[in-house]
């Protein structure tokens, strides 16, 4: 896939290849007249770019409309872009479960799968249950391994640009795993491993609340909060993959943790016992006083977390996903409590693909790849960071 028609290396056919198949794939099933309109090319030209297209598997002729062939005899040939030339996925690897996405070159998801983990699973064991996951996802799709183009991959933790995480709290032997290159030696496709929440970002701006914004601030709402962000469109990972580590925020004179906030025991919470903050809740919204001041802590943190990155970004929208989404009353004190702190305060909204968010953002990030090598002129990849 690194050459787009197989044939002529020129960067003037690069060019018109990249501008035919882009037209094809956004145009549903044009004649060769639609894409000689559309393109601004010439038809010869048109004409030989779908012939090397054709040779290279990333085009076949459409079948004929038989309305418009009752009407005008014979139609014209119209042609589509083969989604299924190849395949890419999406993974989440979280705490509780990990899951993927499975879709065609069209990033259209055709596939999905999931499975329970263990919050105190091992790296092994952990990865164990991704490659399983993806193995039944495989079978019961009938796609073949070797079609996979790439895989993206959202994980907890500071992710450096060849997949390492470099630190990663949130699961047991996480940090310094080289989880990039773990992944790679169960595919023959590029690996492309990235932070979860800022992965969550890229899904909402996609597909999700944040599809008309192009600067946005996703927070991964949990007792350790996170965030990704996006500066006009374009994922903001920092000089080392650590932008947006909002949870680490209260080592700057703040003492105490995120688990002990939520505690109406004087007992820290376990940092993944989301049973536990779900049951601190339900307490509060049933009018029991200490875990009302539980929660009103953890709004607080949470607000002056999100409060320190939109003074620093300036987004124009705030969108907050993680657990902390499905719980009542986070969304209305966190709006009223950015109006405070904020020169300009943003719009607040909750996420709109809920669990579906990371993985849904990991496989933006492989179709990302992807396009690039489809696209590209100059038959080298833009890099990642």
């Known amino acids: 896939m690194s050459r787009l028609t197989g044939g002529d290396p020129s960067l003037l056919r690069r060019i018109n290849s990249a501008v035919v198949l882009h037209a094809l794939r956004g145009a549903g099933s044009p004649t060769l007249t639609d894409l000689t309109r559309i393109t601004g090319l010439s038809r010869p030209t048109v004409e030989g770019v779908v012939e090397g297209l054709f040779e ?68 092994d064991e952990r990865l164990d249950q991704v490659r399983a996951v993806i193995a039944d996802l495989l079978r019961r799709t009938g ?11 959202g994980s907890p933790g500071i992710v ?21 290159e773990r992944l790679r030696r169960s595919f023959r496709c590029p690996v492309l491993v990235e932070n979860d929440a800022n992965a969550a970002a890229v899904a909402e701006h996609w597909k999700g609340a944040a599809t008309e914004s192009d600067d946005i601030v996703f927070v ?19 000089f080392g993959g650590a932008a947006g580590e909002i949870g680490a925020l209260h080592l700057l004179g703040r003492g105490v943790t995120p688990e002990h906030l939520l505690s109406t025991t004087g007992t820290p919470l376990e940092p993944l016992d989301e049973q536990a903050v779900a049951v601190v809740f339900a307490k509060a919204r049933q009018g ?15 607000v002056h977390d999100v409060a320190a990155l939109a003074l620093a970004l300036d987004p124009e929208l705030v969108v907050v996903g993680g657990w902390a989404a499905g719980l009542d009353g986070v969304l209305e004190p966190l709006r009223a409590e950015l ?47």
């Not at 796609?143 to 993206?152: N, T, W």
């Not at 020169?343 to 492989?366: D, K, Q």
């Open 56 to 123: 290279a598997g990333l085009v076949v002729e459409a079948l004929p409309d038989e309305s418009e062939a009752r009407r005008q005899g014979r139609p014209a040939r119209r042609f589509r872009f083969r989604a299924e030339a190849g395949h890419l996925l999406g993974v989440e690897i979280g705490p509780h479960r990990v899951s993927a996405l499975l879709s065609g070159l069209d990033g259209r998801v055709t596939g999905a799968g999931s499975r329970t983990v263990s919050e105190t699973a091992g790296a």
């Open 143 to 153: 796609v073949a391994r070797s079609s996979l183009r790439a895989v993206g991959v």
């Open 160 to 180: 450096e640009a060849d997949g390492t995480v470099r630190l990663g709290t949130a699961l047991p032997g996480w940090t310094g795993l080289a989880l990039g």
């Open 220 to 238: 991964l709402a949990g007792l350790s909060p996170g965030a990704g962000s996006l500066i006009g469109g374009r994922l903001h990972r920092g």
């Open 288 to 302: 029991d006083a200490e875990a009302q001041a539980a929660v009103e802590r953890f709004l607080q943190r949470l």
């Open 339 to 385: 109006a405070r702190y904020c020169l300009r305060p943003p719009r607040v909204t909750l996420s709109l693909l809920g669990e579906a968010a990371v993985a849904t953002g990991a496989l933006r990030l492989a179709l990302d790849h992807v396009e690039e090598q489809l696209f590209a002129v100059e038959g080298a990849v833009t890099a990642r960071r």
